[in-house]
């Protein structure tokens, strides 16, 4: 059956993924999105390699390098530069050090945590305690309530703020401690302690970095999906099923197709399926977004005069100012900053944060007086979908929903994790339901 066609509305990383496994499964498919590749892009500025939006992905989740090396990329791969891998936080206005073996918010290793200024004793006291809790369920709940309920408010304020801040551009008051931290709520119904879970599933170190990325930077993997899949550059307005199919509105034209995969994220979804489907519009708009906005700034190296021993810092909440997070793009990463100069990489989710202000706080945290070579802003407003209390059984209900209208199917960031390689594991998953539904073409 080699003439169904998918109409795949989105073309972030999810869309184009979904149009290169449909292709290679035999399928047509055509892709729509006025700006494809969403965030993910790269530009090289004074011999520097930045990137528009995310710069890797955990290497722990396998399916975006898998994408990677099919489409024939695999020796442009390359891990952090883990020999600096460290983290500093800002703590009284001074950067202490991220505590060695800390997962996330588990600590694994007893000394570097015992010798850390990051935390009080009460919190020092309640990471050795949390050991003897006895498993138990509970209810989908706060990350905030449930660091807190482990590990005291501190490590709420300095550990897991600070780092899902980066990740989900969201509050632990609002995010859900089970769909942000399965691992860690696995352990506590399985283990008690999140602690003790942490250390029985560690794995022997395997020589690998944490985080993958791209030599040539992150874009590439959109370039090179982009060769390979059809891209109309324009946006669908509207989206109505036929009798056994569907047809989409782009550009003030209809087209037909058999299968229609939404991977314009959950706010781009709601409005189209709004006049046939109120009920999944409804669901889709309760996931809510927020925003973010990147300022790279690039020095001549002789005028920073920081050693710049780390992959940056993180600012939580009570000593924040205009900047949330800071990668020093040098250190993280081999080759993509000539030694002559210094890149700092400055995250906000406040999408407005002015030049002025990202620059002034980066100068009093560094020390650095002279101007920078250039600076440069991406902003994403409302590309980040909030996991907040609730989200898990939202998700069932949407995919219910969805699995009631023959022929649609979703993909994306806003379901089932958020990270690059969730994107391609969900286009995969979408594509294999697309392929096995074949069969019951109308
Ligand atoms: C600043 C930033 C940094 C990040 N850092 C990391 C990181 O380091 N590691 C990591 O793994 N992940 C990171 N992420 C997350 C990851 O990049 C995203 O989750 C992922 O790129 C989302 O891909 P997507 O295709 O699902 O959605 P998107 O890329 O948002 O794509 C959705 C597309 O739909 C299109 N669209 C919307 N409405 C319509 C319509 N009506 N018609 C046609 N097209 C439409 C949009 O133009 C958009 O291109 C980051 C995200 C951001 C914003």
């Known amino acids: 059956m080699g003439s169904m066609k998918v109409g795949v509305i989105g073309g972030g990383i999810t869309g184009l993924s979904c149009a290169y496994y449909l292709g290679q499964a035999g399928v ?20 520097c390699i930045l990137e528009t939006g995310p710069e890797s992905w955990l290497a722990a989740k396998p399916w975006a390098e ?4 099919e489409l024939g990329l695999g020796d442009d791969l390359t891990g952090s530069n883990d020999a600096r891998r460290r983290t500093y936080v800002l703590r009284d206005g001074r950067f202490v050090t991220l505590p060695e073996g800390l997962q996330m918010v588990a600590p694994t290793k007893i000394m570097p945590v015992v010798e850390s200024e990051l935390f009080g004793w009460g919190t020092k006291i309640r990471m050795g305690l949390e050991i003897f809790r006895s498993p138990k369920t509970l209810p989908d709940r706060s990350v905030s309530e449930f660091v807190a309920d482990h590990f005291g408010p501190e490590a ?68 090179a999906l982009l060769q390979r899949v059809q891209v109309v550059r324009t946006r669908v ?14 550009n003030g034209q209809w087209h037909e197709f058999d299968r229609i995969i939404l991977a314009c994220g959950a706010n781009g979804s709601a409005p189209l399926v709004q006049t046939f489907n109120p009920d999944l519009a409804a669901r889709l708009g309760e ?47 081999l080759g993509r900053v000539p030694d002559d100069k210094a890149v700092f990489r400055c995250f906000s989710t406040d999408v407005d944060v002015t030049r002025e202000a990202a620059q002034a706080e980066l100068h009093k945290l560094i020390r650095i007086s002279a101007e920078p070579i250039f600076a440069v802003n991406h902003k ?20 219910d929903l969805v699995n009631g209208i023959p022929g649609l199917f979703l993909a994306g960031n806003a379901y089932n994790g958020i990270g690059i390689p969730d994107c391609v594991k969900s286009a995969q998953t979408a594509v294999k339901a697309i392929t096995a539904s074949q069969g019951n073409q109308g």
């Open 237 to 250: 307005d509207s989206l109505a099923p036929t009798e056994g199919g569907w047809r989409l509105l782009a």
């Open 380 to 399: 994403w407003p409302m590309s980040m979908p909030q996991y907040t209390v609730g989200h898990s059984a939202r998700v069932g209900e949407i995919e």
């Open 66 to 69: 898998q994408l990677i090396r």
């Open 156 to 223: 709420v304020d300095y550990l897991a703020e600070p780092l899902l801040a980066g990740v989900y551009g969201g509050s632990p008051d609002e995010l859900s401690a089970p769909s942000v931290l399965p691992k860690f709520v696995e352990y506590e119904q399985k283990y008690g302690s999140i602690v003790v879970g942490t250390m029985r599933d560690k794995r022997p170190p395997s020589g690998r970095s944490i985080f993958m990325s791209l030599k040539s930077g992150v874009g590439t993997l959109i370039d």
């Open 28 to 47: 047509e498919a055509t892709v729509f999105d006025p700006a494809p590749g969403g965030p993910i892009g790269t530009v090289t500025i004074e011999g």
């Open 287 to 333: 996931i809510p977004y927020t925003g973010s906005s990147i300022w790279t700034f690039g020095y001549n190296r002789a005028d920073v005069h920081h050693p710049l021993d780390a992959f940056g810092f993180l600012v939580p909440k009570p000593e924040r100012g205009a900047i949330m997070a800071c990668t020093w793009l040098g250190s993280k990463w």
